[in-house]
């Protein structure tokens, strides 16, 4: 090939400007709304958010989910949103779809009162747009899962539920979300060896072969790191055909003999209020990260989040403040937030 032809073809390019377009806002960081801003993240990454319960892990997916399924502008009003889906998994079945559903309808509201502020309207008698939080909602795709093999098998099947909801709402997932990610763990390690039907067996890793039991049983169990393997082996094949920015939550535990007989003792009765916060005695209440290494390698961000001893007041009501800190990549300062019905709201 001449020179002339390869300036040909350079000037001529091999995709369009659309295409163009969507490949550097897809390879683009991305900064989320707080509390998780601190850090430019981009599809691909694996973010982990780590805390005890309640430390407001759930509210963190939520505020996230509502900025990805709301339009940046919709009738001449910006709400900032980027319209995509989220795919959010409820591993401990806890989930509250009805606050999802209020807090999206006060952040529709708010946006409303702001632009008819704006353009020097009144701040009463806003009108609820109905059609755009069906059109939000229904780009919340949600999925309940009791045991670890349902969560893979939701994993298996994951990806022709992605282009099919994609065809039909003409846009992409951008999140992936997990709640949590250890919701069946203890369960698992409790049973010990998981038991699985010969016929429902295609996914399983080559190396869980090892724990065929000996004999004529036919029923092959497979280890939690053989669960662990499969479960991001199948994200990282839903990563490759579709490019999403992966958030998942943790419950922390405490690791073994980092808490004293007092400290234990304060923890079940309910007296929690020097145990609220890691910065009292980092080597007395450390946390232990208990997950398989396999996942504990896949993940590329961590944020801790936690209760503070602090309170806030408002109106007439005292909330808790929630503290976060990035520990993957270490950031050296905390962000407070509290958590209201309209969503969360940074403290300055």
Not at 52 to 70: D, N, W, Y
Not at 326 to 348: E, N, Q, Y
């Amino acid at each position: 090939m001449d020179s002339a032809t390869e300036l040909r073809g350079w000037i001529n390019g091999d995709e369009s400007a659309k295409e163009m377009l969507e490949r550097v806002l897809t390879e683009r960081p991305l900064l989320l709304l707080p509390p998780l801003h601190r850090v430019p993240l981009r599809v691909g990454n694996v973010v982990e958010i780590v805390g005890s319960s309640p430390s407001g892990k759930t509210q963190i997916l939520v505020q996230a989910a509502i900025s990805c399924v709301l339009p940046r502008e919709w009738n001449g009003v910006y709400y900032g949103g980027l319209e995509r889906l989220v795919i959010f998994f409820d591993l401990d079945c806890r989930f509250d779809i009805l606050r999802l559903s209020e807090s999206l309808k006060l952040h529709i509201m708010e946006a409303n009162r702001s632009s008819s502020l704006n353009n020097g309207g009144p701040s009463e008698d806003i009108q609820f747009d109905e059609e755009l939080f069906v059109s939000c909602m229904k780009r919340f795709l949600y999925v309940r899962c009791y045991s670890s093999f349902e969560f893979l098998a939701a994993l298996k099947t994951m990806h022709c539920q992605i282009q099919k909801e994609s065809e039909a709402h003409g846009v992409g997932v951008h999140f992936l979300m997990i709640d949590s990610i250890s919701a069946f763990y203890w369960v698992d390690r409790a049973s010990a060896m998981l038991p699985i039907g010969v016929h429902s067996i295609g996914w399983i890793p080559e190396k869980a072969s090892a724990m065929l039991p000996i004999g004529g049983d036919k029923r092959k169990h497979i280890s939690l790191q053989s669960v662990a393997e499969t479960v991001v082996q199948e994200i990282q094949k839903l990563l490759c055909v579709q490019p999403m920015l992966v958030l998942a939550s943790k419950a922390t535990v405490f690791g073994d003999g980092s808490i004293s007989s007092e400290a234990k003792r304060k923890w079940s009765s309910g007296e929690t209020s020097d145990l609220k916060t890691s910065r009292m005695n980092p080597q007395k209440y450390s946390c232990r990260d208990y997950m398989p290494s396999v996942w504990q390698s896949f993940i590329t961000h961590r944020v801790f989040v936690r209760v503070s001893d602090d309170l806030v007041d408002s109106k007439h009501q005292t909330m808790p403040i929630y503290e976060t800190e990035w520990l993957l990549p270490p950031l050296s300062f905390l962000d407070k937030f509290t958590v209201k019905d309209a969503g969360i709201f940074m403290i300055a």
